[in-house]
């Protein structure tokens, strides 16, 4: 058993709630164990400059983490006059997981941001943030649909992330802070509800791993992804089939 009891093919407790924030065109709060993450979706009229002559839409994110997500407090980056190299690159993971799902040509000239703030970290911080900032995003979609903004589905299907990797020499699913601080090897895998891949990102930490080993690390990928787009349908409920284009 894991130290927080769990079998190495179990996800922590995850949480959605949908409509957390009344501002936004959709919002969700996610707490995966004790990562706690709030996603909102916004819609600005407008795309950046190289879609202006296209008739599509565009999906982005921004990451941050509040000074004390963590038990030692982080300065706001905007004190640093930038975001670091990290959050640049978490963000634009998010994006492009996102608009893997997204039909562009139906979502029309208007860019949806997708901004994640991190209220809590116990590892699994960006895998959270596509979790649940999928489902923020579906929320804005609908708002947008019910306003007569967009007509047809824009969704082409779900997205999730989570992480994975070899722990005490043994493949396990959804590391928290402590676990992920000893792997040996660390994964995060986004994936959408039909089994394709978006994105793999695997390090080695201390020791090389097989092709084996990466496909049994796929397999427990493949079981926890199936369980979060369960639980992204089960917070979104009926609105999400509205939104997803007939496959």
């Known amino acids: 058993m894991r130290h927080d009891g769990r079998p190495d093919d ?11 924030l009344s501002q ?26 190289f879609l202006r002559e296209l008739n599509e839409g565009w999906v982005t994110s921004e990451y941050a983490m509040l000074p004390a997500a963590t038990n030692t407090r982080s300065p706001r980056e905007v004190t640093r006059g930038r975001p670091s190299g990290r959050t640049m690159e978490i963000q634009r993971l998010i994006g492009r997981s996102l608009r893997a799902v997204v039909d562009r040509k139906a979502l029309g000239p208007r860019t949806l941001w997708v901004d994640c703030d991190v209220l809590q970290a116990d590892g699994g911080t960006r895998t959270a943030a596509i979790t649940g900032g999928f489902v923020a995003l579906a929320l804005a979609l609908r708002r ?3 306003q007569g903004v967009i007509q047809a589905p824009v969704l082409t299907g779900q997205v999730a992330a989570v992480s994975v990797g070899i722990l005490e020499n043994r493949p396990v699913l959804d590391l928290d ?13 986004v994936g959408t509800d039909d089994g394709r891949y978006v994105e793999i990102q695997g390090t080695a930490e201390s020791t090389p791993f097989g092709r084996e080993r990466l496909h049994e690390m796929l397999r427990l990928a493949d079981k926890g992804l199936a369980e979060l787009h369960n639980d992204q349908r089960e917070a979104l409920g009926a609105r999400l089939e509205t939104l997803l284009v007939p496959r």
Request: charged letters at 25%.
């Open 24 to 49: 936004p065109l959709g919002s969700v709060l996610i707490a995966l164990g004790e990562t706690r993450v709030l996603c909102t979706a916004s819609v600005e009229e407008n795309v950046p400059t």
């Open 144 to 146: 947008l649909q019910e």
């Open 177 to 189: 802070y402590v676990e992920d601080s000893a792997a040996e090897v660390d994964m995060n895998v």
């Open 10 to 20: 179990a996800l922590r407790p995850v949480r959605i709630e949908p409509d957390y």
